[in-house]
């Protein structure tokens, strides 16, 4: 298990499934101790995300942990958000405190360089979000690398069709430019320095169903959503299962249930950053490949695209350990007892 954990992320539902796990985990000493969570703009601007994060942080009863804004825009291309997946605050229908007064003045690179020079060796990095603060941080700082204890990455999608075009994860498709670089960055470092990618065929493999969820408010002493594709939509908070956690952990996965119906993907929530929180957190069972990554970064038809290399075609040196297996049900029980450390159940 990794002593500290540095997150980036764009919360979003999945990245607040993420840092709830982080948390909880944490409680029950199965867990890293969460340094400082930054924020990229992916899935709503960064400063809807970093006030996301403060409030999911907050409600999970960790309003200690520094929240920083970092990077607004991709490193050459225009912000995009997603309100059509997440909604248009970025938690679906989930309503929560949101306090500008509670982030950092601090501008995020200066969270993460500070962080890993205060404890070399120690803090693992996850970047759940678009790879912008990450590659400012390697031009700040080359040596980044042997500074954290790992990095884990969500992004990219190699053995499986992108989720925001035919060939593209949207992750790297935000800002391609900056998981070029990240990856050019660290090409030939020693093996156990490459980043950890969890890739769209390791995270969609994330299968989170209503009945999952019911499972855990079970665990966690709340009453059931009951959430079903029959169920007349409501937009709004609708969950009552007794606990404000479980509350807006319903409310947000109900709007990604219908995201993902819509979409023709089966009234389900693919939850690609509890995978990667896990893997970061030193808890997911999974088997690496080390390979060489590269992103398309010029072409509009596919930008975004990730390309990597198992069999060195290229000749060039490993630049990533790609996850190749999971276990998906290991994840939905760790994310439940997690959960149940912070509603009271999974605590002794």
Not at 157 to 170: L, R
Not at 193 to 198: A, N, S
Not at 284 to 313: F, K, N, P, W, Y
Request: glycine residues 8%.
């Amino acid at each position: 298990m990794t002593a500290r954990l540095l997150a980036d992320v764009d919360t979003g539902i999945d990245d607040a499934c993420a840092l709830l796990h982080l948390v909880g985990a944490h409680r029950l000493g199965a867990g890293p101790e969460l340094a400082a969570v930054t924020t990229t703009g992916g899935n709503a601007t960064a400063r809807d995300c970093a006030l996301n994060t403060a409030a999911v942080l907050d409600l999970a009863g960790r309003a200690d942990v520094e929240v920083a804004v970092g990077a607004e825009t991709p490193l050459r291309r225009p912000a995009v958000t997603t309100p059509e997946t997440h909604g248009d605050g970025g938690l679906g229908h989930a309503r929560i405190d949101r306090r500008p007064e509670r982030l950092s003045p601090r501008p995020a690179v200066d969270v993460w360089l500070d962080e890993l020079r205060a404890h070399p060796g120690e803090t693992t990095i996850l970047c759940t979000a678009p790879l912008t603060n990450l590659a400012l941080a390697l031009r700040a700082e080359p040596r980044l690398p042997f500074l954290a204890r790992g990095i884990v990455i969500m992004g990219g999608s190699f053995y499986h069709p992108g989720n925001t075009t035919p060939t593209a994860e949207w992750n790297t498709w935000v800002d391609p430019d900056s998981a070029k670089e990240v990856f050019a960055a660290v090409e030939g470092l020693p093996e156990d320095r490459l980043p950890i990618v969890c890739a769209l065929e390791t995270t969609e493999r994330i299968e989170y169903t209503p009945a999952l969820l019911d499972g855990l408010l079970a665990d966690a002493g709340a009453r059931p959503a009951r959430w079903d594709v029959a169920r007349p939509r409501v937009s709004g908070p609708a969950a009552d299962t007794g606990h404000p956690v479980t509350d807006v952990l319903a409310d947000a996965l109900r709007f990604y249930f219908e995201f993902h119906h819509d979409y023709d993907q089966g009234y389900i929530a693919h939850l690609h950053d509890l995978v990667a929180a896990q893997v970061a957190a030193g808890q997911a069972d999974v088997t690496l490949q080390a390979t060489v990554v590269d992103v398309e970064a010029d072409s509009e038809l596919l930008r975004g695209t990730t390309v990597h290399d198992d069999r060195r075609i290229w000749g060039r040196r490993p630049n990533a350990r790609r996850v190749t297996g999971c276990d998906p049900r290991r994840v939905f029980e760790d994310f439940a007892q997690a959960v149940g450390a912070l509603t009271g159940a999974g605590v002794g």
